[in-house]
Structure formats: C-alpha cells, structure tokens
C-alpha cells in the first residue's frame, strides 16, 4: 500500500504538526483526493482556528511509504502519485525499483508499465538465474561433462553482455532483461 503525508503549511510555518496520511488506493483521480486534503487537512487547521487572519490554504508532502526507493517530492502531482501507487499495487515494490533505476520520473513512470512486465525476471539473484538457465542448456548433456561448466562466470556474462541487470534492495535482489 503506498500513501502519503499531507501537512498543512500554514500550521507548519506557525510550528503546528498538522496533516493526515493517505492511503493512495482509495482515490481513482486528483480531484478526489484534493477534496478529502482540503476536507481533512486544511479545512481542519489550528492554525487557522485560532487567527481569523489566517487561512489555510497550501499543503505538501511531508511523509510517504510504500513507494520502494523511489522519492517522493513536497509537491507531485496528485494524478501522478495516484497513478504511480495503481502500478505499485498490480505490480509491487519492484515497478518501484525498477522505475527508479530506468530513471523515469513520477509520472512518466506508469507509461512504461509494458516494458517493466517485459522485463521483470524476478525477485533471484543473477546467479540463481544463471543456474536455472544452464539447467535447460545442459539438459542432455552427460554429468560427467555438465559438472565442469562453470555458473559463476555464465552469470558475469550474462551481465558483462547486457543482457540482465540486477537491483539490491533492502537485501532484496530484483533482476530484469536488460534488451526490452
């Protein structure tokens, strides 16, 4: 579940702690969810409740989780971060990972969720892979000659050459086809 922590600037430049988190897969659109900050947040500032001169009226993230190591700024676009959380959920935290990786920004990010089902291998390490790929590849071939293969450099290469890519996360490994 990816969410975020929406605060109130007004009560934060008046050094009040005020905002509320949202769960993101609750909202199908922006609109929504501005209506519930504006509800939730704003509309409900101390700041503001106790100065008739001040009006709460801007609001940022302050917090966020659930989105892997991808970050978060103050101000994303609602729709971008609704969007972003609907890929994280069909897909978990690797769409995360590997938008990060790819370099995509928020919003560009869901855009690309072909080529991150194209790619994503799984959650192994490249030498788990390598080994299971070599299986098919040996497959026939006597034991006798099988046992001198050596897995540990079919993994460097399947690397050196492009054609994976690896991603450690949190001890996690995420691998991915590098050529999609």
């Known amino acids: 579940m990816s969410r975020v922590y929406v605060a109130s600037l ?7 702690l005020h905002g509320e988190w949202f ?9 929504e969810l501005m209506t519930d900050i ?14 008739p001169f001040t ?20 101000y994303e676009d609602l729709q971008a971060l609704i969007d972003f959380a609907e890929m994280i959920d069909a897909h978990g935290q690797p769409f995360a990972i590997w938008a990060e990786y790819q ?15 194209d790619s994503f291998i799984g959650n192994v390490t490249v030498f788990d892979y390598a080994c299971s790929c070599a299986e098919d590849l040996l497959q026939g071939v006597p034991d006798e000659v099988a046992r001198y293969f050596d897995y540990q450099q079919y993994a460097r290469d399947m690397v050196m050459a492009g054609d994976v890519f690896e991603v450690v ?5 995420y691998l991915f086809r590098s050529n999609v």
């Open 103 to 117: 370099g995509y920004t928020l919003s560009e990010a869901p855009e690309h969720e072909q080529s991150f089902v």
């Open 169 to 173: 996360d949190g001890g996690d490994s």
């Open 55 to 74: 009006v709460a009226e801007e609001w940022a993230i302050h917090d966020y989780e659930g989105f892997g190591g991808f970050r978060i700024g103050e």
């Open 38 to 51: 504006q509800t939730m947040v704003l509309d409900k500032s101390p700041t503001a409740a106790k100065d």
């Open 23 to 31: 769960d993101l897969d609750v909202y199908s659109d922006a609109e």
């Open 10 to 16: 007004s009560d934060y430049n008046a050094g009040v």
